[in-house]
């Protein structure tokens, strides 16, 4: 098994709708080769607050990204930067959210679209900043630029499912379609990254209220699928709430690389060997 991981957060997707609809998913937990965890996810249940604690983590209070406003650099270490120091390749297509917290803020659209400087935080990028770019094109852009830079760590953030639950509401026929074509451009990478042998997460930030909103405490808005296909992790579904804050270490474990001083301390249930984030 390499040391190498793949993490896809699919941006708005509830606990409960991805239990129901992401099919092939659940075949993999089903024959034991995917384990399965609820998150509880910190708050407030926003994006850009949120994509800084899964990539550093640290709650709001102590990072300082308390909003969706808050445009501006991270002061915290975070997986990019860990993976830089300690000699390892890292690359992301995501939300320009993500580049404005890691690498340049504000965005610069025509400059920053596509980067590959090995100097920086994120060092291979592809970035969108339309809601509306597909899902299939965020994660075709990432398959491609896995085949030409072999990250060890790749941060994949399609915004589909939260677009639709933002326009629809959580129980809406559009929000669970989309949710139903994730799964299925899913299923057809999963197969290839399993083969060759990544450590494989799939979560989301936050929820999705009924109404269309989320930033609340709501379980809706907070509870969210941890899926890990990895040989180091039971392959169940698990009955223990995990805390958010427990994904960076996580990550950091896999790669084989120390946490920042900053993460917490957290045994992940249903562990094989030494998996103690």
Same mark, same amino acid.
């Given at each position: 098994?390499?040391?190498?991981?793949?993490?896809?957060?699919?941006?708005?997707?509830?606990?409960?709708?991805?239990y129901e609809a992401l099919g092939y998913i659940q075949h993999l937990v089903e024959t034991n080769?995917?384990?399965?965890?609820?998150?509880?996810?910190?708050?407030?249940?926003?994006?850009?607050?949120?994509?800084?604690?899964?990539?550093?983590?640290?709650?709001?209070?102590?990072?300082?990204?308390?909003?969706?406003?808050?445009?501006?650099?991270?002061?915290?270490?975070?997986?990019?930067?860990?993976?830089?120091?300690?000699?390892?390749?890292?690359?992301?297509?995501?939300?320009?959210?993500?580049?404005?917290?890691?690498?340049?803020?504000?965005?610069?659209? *025509?400059?920053?679209?596509?980067?590959?400087d090995s100097t920086k935080p994120i060092q291979y990028g592809k970035f969108y900043w339309d809601?509306?770019?597909?899902?299939?094109?965020?994660?075709?852009?990432?398959?491609?630029?896995?085949?030409?830079?072999?990250?060890?760590?790749?941060?994949?953030?399609?915004?589909?499912?939260?677009?639709?639950?933002?326009?629809?509401?959580?129980?809406?026929?559009?929000?669970?379609?989309?949710?139903?074509?994730?799964?299925?451009?899913?299923?057809?990478?999963?197969?290839?990254?399993?083969?060759?042998?990544?450590?494989?997460?799939?979560?989301?930030?936050?929820?999705?209220?009924?109404?269309?909103?989320?930033?609340?405490?709501?379980?809706?808005?907070?509870?969210?699928?941890?899926?890990?296909?990895?040989?180091?992790?039971?392959?169940?579904?698990?009955?223990?709430?995990?805390?958010?804050?427990?994904?960076?270490?996580? *990550?950091?474990?896999?790669?084989?690389?120390?946490?920042?001083?900053?993460?917490?301390?957290?045994?992940?249930?249903?562990?094989?060997?030494?998996?103690?984030?």
């Amino acid at each position: 098994m390499s040391n190498k991981v793949i993490a896809i957060v699919v941006d708005g997707m509830r606990y409960d709708k991805a239990y129901e609809a992401l099919g092939y998913i659940q075949h993999l937990v089903e024959t034991n080769r995917a384990a399965l965890f609820k998150v509880r996810s910190e708050l407030p249940s926003l994006s850009r607050p949120l994509y800084e604690v899964l990539l550093t983590g640290t709650p709001a209070s102590m990072n300082g990204i308390t909003s969706n406003q808050a445009v501006q650099l991270s002061a915290e270490k975070s997986l990019f930067h860990l993976t830089k120091e300690n000699g390892l390749r890292n690359g992301a297509v995501a939300y320009y959210w993500v580049s404005e917290l890691y690498n340049r803020a504000p965005f610069v659209f *025509v400059e920053d679209r596509e980067q590959e400087d090995s100097t920086k935080p994120i060092q291979y990028g592809k970035f969108y900043w339309d809601d509306d770019y597909p899902d299939s094109h965020v994660l075709m852009d990432a398959e491609a630029l896995r085949r030409k830079h072999d990250p060890h760590f790749l941060y994949i953030h399609p915004l589909g499912v939260d677009v639709k639950g933002e326009a629809f509401g959580s129980e809406s026929k559009e929000y669970r379609e989309q949710i139903l074509k994730m799964g299925s451009l899913l299923a057809q990478l999963l197969p290839i990254w399993m083969k060759e042998g990544y450590h494989i997460l799939i979560t989301s930030d936050h929820g999705m209220s009924e109404y269309g909103n989320h930033g609340g405490i709501t379980d809706g808005e907070r509870d969210v699928p941890l899926f890990i296909i990895s040989p180091k992790v039971e392959n169940v579904v698990h009955s223990e709430v995990v805390p958010q804050l427990a994904f960076a270490p996580l *990550v950091c474990e896999l790669l084989e690389i120390e946490k920042s001083d900053k993460m917490i301390n957290y045994s992940l249930p249903g562990c094989k060997g030494k998996v103690t984030v």
